[in-house]
Structures are given as C-alpha cells and as structure tokens.
C-alpha cells in the first residue's frame, strides 16, 4: 500500500481578520492545528506545534510516535508562554495522521475539536472525539446532536496543546485499505457543514483532494465561513511506490513584504510570517486577506463621493 494524492488548502473565512490555523500535508504526515489565544498567540501557538510535529515526522512511526511528536509540540509551545508574557495562556488543537506504508495502518493523535475522518465505501465517519464541553454534554446525554450544534458554548474546548504543561493524547490505529480517503480539518469546516454535505463534496470530486479541499472551503464560506477553515486530504492507493509529493490547494501568496530586522530570535518569531508559498504550505497560519479588502472597499467610497462631489460642485 502506498499514499496517493494529497492536498492541504487553508482560507480565513468570512468573519475573521486572521487565520490562526495550519496544516502539515508532506508523506507520511499530514496535520491540522487550530490555535487560540489573545492577540497573535493563536497563530503563534498553531505554529510552534506545526514546526515541532514536521521535524519529528519523518522519524517516527505508530501510536506511541504520534503521541510523543505531540507532547514535544506541548512542551514547545508551553515553554514559550512562560518565556514571554505576550503569548501567556495560548494553545491549539492538533489532529495529526502517520502513515505506516509498510504495515498499511494510520496512526491517528488527537488533541482538541479538529477533526479526523474516513471516507470509505461511500460512507463518511468521523474518527476523532471532539474534546469540547457540548461533545461531553452529549455523551452524557443532556444535549442531543441537533442541540449541540446550536449551543452558544459549541467552540468551549475542554483540551488544548500548550495550556498546561503535560497534555493528555487521543490516539488510535486505523487499518487502512486502497480507495480510503483521509480528512483532516479545523472546526472552521464541520460547524457550517454537517457530515452529509461533507461527504457529498468529496463524492462529487470525484474523490480528488485537491478538488475536494477547494470545494469544501467554498461551501463553508456559503455557508457564512464563521472561522478560519483549513482541510488536509490524503489517500490511500494499491502498490508499493514512494509516496507522492503533496499537491497544494493554498490560495496564491500575496507580493512579499520587505524583511525586517528583528533585535531577538523572540521578537523574529511574533514577525508577520513569511508570505512566501513554502512556508503557506505548511504552517498556514498568518493575516487573512478581509483587512486588505476592507482598506480597498473603504477607499473606493471615498473616491467616490469625490468624484460626486465634484460633480455637483461644478
């Protein structure tokens, strides 16, 4: 068995200034990190588990692997909050996926409300527990499902990357089988699209995932696109070769700004990311794109009674 195509795409939505999430898509490891936090803390946060999952990627295998690349991405992240005040109580979520050619399984860690799911046989399934406070509220049994989606407190987590200084992992094995499609995606994308409309954008391309994760962002921001939405697709295919080189759905990078001159690796860090396509790639997480279209509606009003004054005046 052998990983086929693959595609990660990340987009700020429509009611958010900047995206806070990132993925990984680079064989065998694929990951989504939602952050949270004041000010920058999110992104920087999402970031800093990112960067620690892909140095460990290439180097470990299995459950007891996933989970010990997540707990060093804990350690990170914690670590920093205490070095610098700025980023105090930051955290994210992380959904990570190992494959394991070899033995044909994916090993799934989990930490927060991103998700994981499987597309197989036409059938969709959500593979990862939301750690969330109406997820236990359900499983307990005082909301239904329907209820849950609707509760103010849907976004309360319950667990997250970096806010203490050990972190409990959710981790399973699946086997895989050819024709299994991997999904992996920020809670951006299952609270404007149930699971139904989910697995009807991936049926209808045609199980591609670069044309699925384009199609699922769009559908979430119809939808309203009430947060950062960020989707990771992988498959699984017959055969023994190499696996593939990831295919980047990510939307094209704006011009580069110029680089500045950080006085500390600290202050380098909380910078404006680089814009460049390698680093969008992999950690998504930066300014969206809303501020710079509201800066041009804002202007093109102004030119406009200009214009109209001028207009009247003559």
Not at 43 to 70: D, F, N
Not at 169 to 194: N, R
């Amino acid at each position: 068995m052998r990983i086929g195509r693959a595609a990660g795409v990340t987009d700020t939505g429509r009611r958010r200034l900047r995206n806070e999430d990132a993925f990984i898509c680079e064989p065998p490891l694929f990951a989504v990190a939602d952050g949270m936090g004041g000010a920058r803390a999110g992104e920087v946060a999402a970031r800093l588990a990112a960067a620690a999952l892909e140095e460990a990627g290439t180097q470990t295998r299995g459950e007891q692997g996933v989970t010990a690349m997540i707990v060093e991405a804990n350690r990170r992240i914690w670590e920093r909050a205490l070095a610098d005040p700025a980023t105090a109580g930051m955290g994210t979520t992380v959904t990570a996926a190992l494959v394991d050619t070899d033995s044909g399984t994916v090993a799934i860690g989990h930490v927060g409300d991103s998700r994981a799911y499987l597309l197989r046989d036409g059938a969709l399934e959500q593979l990862t527990t939301d750690h969330s406070l109406v997820a236990e509220l359900v499983s307990s049994g005082v909301l239904t499902p329907e209820e849950a989606e609707r509760h103010p407190q849907r976004s309360a987590i319950t667990r997250a990357l970096g806010t203490e200084p050990t972190v409990e992992v959710e981790v399973l094995t699946i086997a895989g089988q050819p024709g299994d499609l991997f999904l992996l995606c920020s809670d951006g994308l299952p609270t404007m699209l149930s699971d139904g409309k989910v697995a009807a954008a991936l049926e209808a391309a045609e199980r591609d995932p670069a044309t699925a994760g384009e199609a699922l962002v769009v559908a979430a921001n119809a939808q309203g696109g009430e947060d950062n939405i960020t989707v990771v697709l992988f498959e699984l295919a017959e055969g023994e070769s190499p696996a593939v080189e990831p295919m980047p759905a990510e939307r094209p990078p704006p011009e580069p700004e110029p680089e500045l001159a950080p006085d500390s690796e600290l202050e380098a860090e909380m910078l404006e990311p680089e814009a460049s396509e390698a680093s969008l790639s992999r950690h998504g997480a930066g300014p969206g794109g809303r501020a710079a279209a509201l800066v041009f509606i804002l202007a093109s009003l102004v030119i406009g009674a200009l214009v109209l004054y001028w207009g009247i005046t003559r």
